[in-house]
C-alpha cells in the first residue's frame, strides 16, 4: 500500500532552518505532483508548496514565499521542503501528499511531523 513517511521536524528557535522529508513508497513517485500542507492549534489545515513530478514547477502559499523551498528527487522517492528564518507562527503539524495525475484531490497523506518554534 502507499506510505508516506514525513521526518525532520522538531523544536527550533525563531530565526533557525529546517529540513522536512518525506518518503514515498508504493506508488510511481515520479508520476505524483506531491505537496506539503501544515495545520497549527486550533486552525485549518493550509497548503504550503506544491512540486510537480517533474520538479520543474514549483507553487508557494502567497503568505510563505521567500521563506520555504519544495523540492524533490524522483531517483529516491522523496520530497523536501525546507523552511528558513522560522517564525513561531511556523509551528504546526506538517503533511506531505500525493496526487496522482489529472486527480483533483490529494489522496495520498502522511501522518505529520511537528515543527514548534520558540521564540
Known amino acids: 500500500q502507499v506510505q508516506l513517511v514525513e521526518s525532520g521536524g522538531g523544536l527550533v528557535q525563531a530565526g533557525g532552518s529546517l529540513r522536512l522529508s518525506c518518503a514515498a513508497t508504493?506508488?510511481?513517485?515520479?508520476?505524483?505532483?506531491m505537496a506539503w500542507f501544515r495545520q497549527a492549534p486550533g486552525k485549518e489545515r493550509e497548503f504550503v508548496a506544491r512540486i510537480t513530478w517533474t520538479g520543474g514547477n514549483t507553487y508557494y502559499a502567497d503568505s510563505l514565499k521567500g521563506r520555504f523551498t519544495i523540492s524533490r528527487d524522483n531517483a529516491k522517492n522523496t520530497v523536501s521542503l525546507e523552511i528558513n528564518s522560522l517564525e513561531p507562527e511556523d509551528t504546526a503539524v506538517y503533511y506531505c501528499a500525493a496526487r496522482a495525475p489529472l486527480a483533483r484531490q490529494y489522496e495520498y497523506w502522511g501522518q505529520g511531523t511537528q515543527v514548534t518554534v520558540s521564540s
Open positions: 508504493g506508488l510511481t513517485f515520479s508520476s505524483y505532483t
